[in-house]
């Protein structure tokens, strides 16, 4: 299967920092997708992503879709403690298959 | 809106049970999926279905079964239950429709699941 790399696997960081987190894919992706995890829950979408290059925002979150298409970073600006949780990066491939990263797991101290 | 949801959420079966995991999702979505989830890693693809009548497997369907009888449901049936099965398991669904909004996938609540 199509392999995704993101990174980092976990953050500490302090309240009020910016965080920056990175998905790399060894093929191209037509749709780039950022999920968040809490405990328990299922992920949910936070940004989608749909063309080589598009930057897109929601609130204090900003993602990028690669140009090379193998690649979409997530930005979160002035963390607080309710953005803890798990963040995933996910690829839409042909079939409408999507493939997942292994997650970064984000602890903000207050 | 109940957007997809998963029964039951807990589960504990003993070697060699076997059981079906339901999801239904009410977006009227034409694709939908099933995922496991180990402690500490990604999602893995199961099973997935492009519309009623038609399933394929992902990258671990192994020891799982799926049908497509409604584009409403797609349950997941494990027949011999394994401790490898011992996992979270995510139903999710998508529309498959181009463009925008289209390619986005929803996820239920989970089913946790232990095979002892």
């Known amino acids: 299967g199509q392999q995704l790399n993101q990174s980092p696997q976990s953050m500490f960081i302090q309240e009020g920092e910016d965080v920056s987190m990175n998905c790399t894919s060894s093929?191209?992706?037509?749709?780039w997708l950022w999920y968040k995890q809490d405990p328990g829950e299922g992920p949910v979408l936070l940004i989608a992503?749909?063309?080589?290059?598009e930057l897109t925002s929601n609130g204090r979150l900003t993602a990028q879709f690669g140009i090379t298409r193998k690649d979409s970073f997530l930005n979160i600006s002035a963390s607080i403690p309710s953005d803890v949780g798990i963040y995933f990066c996910?690829?839409?491939?042909?079939?409408?298959?999507?493939?997942f990263g292994s997650g970064t797991k984000l602890n903000v101290k207050p | 809106n109940a957007g997809v949801t998963q029964t039951p959420k807990f589960r504990i079966l003993k070697i060699g049970q076997s059981m079906t995991l339901q999801c239904t999702q009410d977006?009227?979505?034409?694709?939908m999926y099933w995922y496991r989830q180990d402690p500490g890693m990604g999602l893995k693809l199961i099973y997935y279905?492009?519309?009623?009548?038609?399933?394929d497997k992902g990258e671990v369907p192994n020891g799982y079964n799926v049908s497509r009888s409604t584009t409403e449901d797609f349950p997941l049936r494990l027949e011999l239950a394994a401790p490898s099965q011992t996992s979270v398991y995510f139903c999710?669904?998508?529309?498959?429709?181009?463009?925008?909004?289209?390619?986005?996938?929803?996820f239920g609540p989970g089913t946790r699941l232990t095979v002892t």
């Open positions: 999710a669904s998508s529309s498959g429709v181009g463009g925008s909004g289209g390619n986005e996938q929803y």
């Open positions: 093929s191209i992706f037509n749709t």
């Open positions: 992503l749909y063309k080589a290059g």
């Open positions: 996910a690829g839409r491939g042909n079939f409408n298959k999507f493939y």
């Open positions: 977006m009227n979505h034409n694709y």
């Open positions: 279905s492009v519309g009623a009548g038609i399933t």
